[in-house]
């Protein structure tokens, strides 16, 4: 198993829902560390810039508006197969087909608005906390 770091965003809706505690429990209950946390309002440019993979897909402009539209939570989470395990506890992309018990399943309005985002490889999850951190934002626990 390999420690791992991974960025996670509590996004807009999750804020409009009230529920950065829950999801902050989620997190520690997955057996992960919080060690980044900002909140933060992303300009149209910055959330541009982070999904700028997916420019050019129809749904770009709604996904850039709607990350932009209140304030969101950028966390780097560290922890034991981080990326897998994060991804996992959100469940799928759309929560309608998420699995039973997920955030993304219990929280999730639509395939947009689905109150979380993850990393999805090593090296995304490198550059994604690159996006919002610089290395001494990060902490480091000595138990971890
Ligand atoms: P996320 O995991 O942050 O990665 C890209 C985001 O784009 C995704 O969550 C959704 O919020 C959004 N997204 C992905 N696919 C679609 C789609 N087909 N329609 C609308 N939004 C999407």
Redesign the pocket.
């Known amino acids: 198993m390999a420690l791992e770091k991974t960025l996670a965003?509590i996004k807009p809706d999750a804020l409009e829902k009230g529920i950065i505690g829950e999801l902050c429990k989620r997190v520690e209950d997955a057996g992960l560390k919080i060690v980044g946390m900002k909140m933060m309002q992303l300009t149209p440019k910055k959330a541009e810039g982070f999904?700028a993979v997916?420019q050019g897909k129809p749904?770009f402009a709604?996904?850039v508006k709607y990350m932009s539209s209140g304030p969101c939570v950028v966390m780097c989470l560290e922890g034991e197969n981080a990326i897998k395990r994060w991804r996992d506890t959100m469940g799928a992309?759309d929560p309608e087909k998420a699995a039973e018990g997920t955030i993304r399943k219990d929280f999730g309005t639509n395939?947009?608005?689905?109150v979380t985002?993850?990393s999805d490889a090593a090296d995304t999850a490198r550059s994604e906390i690159g996006y919002f951190f610089e290395s001494g934002d990060l902490m480091h626990y000595e138990w971890i």
Request: proline residues 0%; hydrophobic residues 40%; glycine residues 8%.
């Open positions: 965003i999904y997916h749904f709604a996904l992309t395939i947009e608005r689905n985002h993850g």
